[in-house]
C-alpha cells in the first residue's frame, strides 16, 4: 500500500488503499478548495498518458516517488477519461492504466472543474442566452441540475500554456470565477421591434388616459354648471312654466264672475265737488233716459250749484244734474244727458231676499272703480240710523236695511248690492265702523263685515217719486215719540215737538185710540224696542198701507190697526 506524504492536512486512506484528498477546512468551519500545482512540475513521462497532463485524482501508479504530490490538473480533461456511467473493470483483470474516478466527469466542462476531481462539481450555472430578432432563443438551452446523465463527452486537446486565449464570443459559455475579467460586449436588445410597439402602446396608453382625465373634468364642470342651471331654473335655457291654455272668456251667468261680467256696464262711478267739498260715490243706470241711482250723502255735497261727474265703466265721462234727493231714506236720482246706449240693471225683490243668500256688491271704495266683493246676506230688516250731522234731525236716515258681509268701503255707497242671478236687491248705505258708530261714509276705517244696503223694493218707489215729482213721501202715523224713553218699546210723548197735540188730530194715530203715553211694543205682530225702529219699521211701507200695533196702557195690551198717512215733507 503506497503511503501518503506525511503530514498532509485532511489526508485519509481510501477503500483500494489510495490516498483520497479530503477539503481543507478553513478555521471559520468553510471548506477551502485546493489551489492547482504549479504545471511545470517535473512529472514522469510515463503518468502523462497520450502526453496530456497527470490526472489529479489517482495518487497511485507507477511515479518514481509516490510520496510527492500529483502534479496540478489541467484545464482540458483527459481524453483516456471514461465516460460518466461506462462500466468498471472486473476484479483481476488488468487494470487500466488510470483507475476509475471517484465522481462523474462534469458534464458542463466548466472550468476549474472540468476534469472529475476528488470534490463535488459545481451546480451548473444558467444564464439568459440572447434571442434572436425572431423571438428564437440563441444557443443550446441549460441542462436542469437534476436531468438524467448525458451522453459521453469527448474531452478536449489540451491546450498549451502558452497559446493566445481564444477570445470569448458569449461571456457565459464559459466562467471562470478566478479569471481575469473580459471585455463583455454590451448586451442587445431581444427584440427591438417589440420594444417599440410597446414604446408607442405605452404612449398611446397615457395620452389616452390623459384625454380621459382631460374628458373627465371637462365633464365635471360641465355637470356642475348644468346642475346650478336645472337647480336654480329648473333646466337650461330660457325658462318656460307650464301654463294652462287659453279658454273661453264666458262664464256662467250665476257665478260671481258672470254677474259682475253683466253688471259692470251699468256701474258708474260719481265724483262730487262744491261748496268746499268733495266726495266719491257710486251708482247704478235705472233706465235709458240717463237716470241714475245712488245715496244721498254721495251727492251733497254739489248742493244748489256743485259739479257732479259720472264716470262709465268703459272710461267715458258725463256731467250729471240732480233730478231729486230724500235724506230721510239717503236716496237721490241724477241724470246725465247726451249719452246713449246705457244698459239699466234689473231690479229684484227684496221680499225674496233671505239670510244666507249669496250677494255681489259691486262700487268704487277709495275711488278704485268697478271693484267687486261677494258675501252673503246676513241679516234682514235691520233697522238702522244713519246721518244727523246737521243735529236737528233732519238729515237722519231710518232704513229698514238689509245687513251682508260682502267688504263695503267708503266710495261703495249708492252702489247695487246682486243677488245670485244679477239683479239688484238692495243699495249699499253704510258700513258699522270700527269705533261702533254707523255713519253712511262707513269712517275710514274699512269694513269689519257689517254692511248694511237699503232694500230695492224701497229703493225703487223712493227713485220713481223723486224722478216725478223730485221728491218723496214718507208714511206716517200721526203721533209724537219719546225719544228719550229708555224702556222696551216705543213711548208715544206726553206733547208734541212744535207745541201741538202728541197725536195729530184727525190723523192714523188719532183715529186708532191711540192716546198720549202709550207704548208701541209690537208692529204687525214684530217686536219694536225702542222710537227709532218704530221709525224705521213705518218707513219700510208705502203711504195707504195698512199696519197693526200691539200697546201697553195701563198694564194693558192691546191691539189697534191703522192706515199710514202720508208726508211730503222729505
Partial sequence: MNEGKPGTPGASEGPDGDFVLARPERPDGDYELPRPHDATASTPAADVPDGGAPDPRHRGGTSADASEPAPAQSTDTPASTPAPGADAPAPGAD??????????????STPPYGEPGPWAPAPPVQHPAATPAHGVAVGVPPVPHEAAPAAPVTPAAPVA??????????????????????????????????????????????????????????????????????????GIGAVELPQAGVEAPDRDPDSVAGIAAQALPSVVTLHVSGGGKAGTGTGFVLDDRGHILTNDHVVEPAGEDGDITVTFHSGDTAEATVVGRDSGYDLAVVRVKGVRGLAPLPLGNSDNVRVGDPVVAIGAPFDLAGTVTSGIISARERPITAGGEKGDGSDVSYVDALQTDAPINPGNSGGPLLDGKGRVIGINSAIRSADGGLDPE????????????????????????????????????????????????????????????????????????????????K?????????????????????GDRLELTLERGGEERTVSLVLGSSDDG
Fill in 95 to 108: 487494470a487500466p492504466a488510470h483507475p476509475q474516478p471517484l465522481h462523474d466527469p462534469d458534464p458542463y
Fill in 161 to 234: 500554456q502558452d497559446a493566445p486565449a481564444a477570445p470569448v464570443t458569449d461571456p457565459w459559455a464559459r466562467y471562470d470565477p478566478w479569471a481575469a475579467p473580459a471585455a463583455v460586449a454590451p448586451l442587445q436588445q431581444a427584440d427591438p421591434v417589440e420594444e417599440d410597439v410597446r414604446r408607442r402602446r405605452g404612449r398611446r396608453r397615457r395620452v389616452l388616459a390623459g384625454g380621459a382625465l382631460v374628458i373627465a373634468l371637462v365633464s365635471g364642470v360641465a355637470g356642475g354648471v348644468v346642475g346650478v342651471q336645472l337647480e336654480r331654473n329648473g
Fill in 442 to 521: 262707513g269712517g275710514q276705517s274699512g269694513s269689519i263685515g257689517l254692511g248694511f244696503a237699503i232694500p230695492i223694493n224701497q229703493g225703487k218707489r223712493v227713485a220713481e217719486e223723486l224722478i216725478e215729482t223730485g221728491k218723496a213721501t214718507h208714511p206716517v202715523i200721526g203721533i209724537t215719540l219719546d225719544m228719550e224713553y229708555s224702556g222696551d218699546g216705543a213711548r208715544v210723548a206726553a206733547e208734541g215737538s212744535d207745541g201741538g197735540p202728541p197725536v195729530s188730530t184727525g190723523g192714523p194715530g188719532a183715529e186708532a185710540g191711540i192716546r198720549p203715553g202709550d207704548v208701541i211694543t
Fill in 523 to 543: 208692529v204687525d205682530g214684530r217686536p219694536v224696542h225702542s222710537g227709532e225702529e218704530l221709525i224705521v219699521k213705518t218707513r219700510a211701507h208705502r203711504p
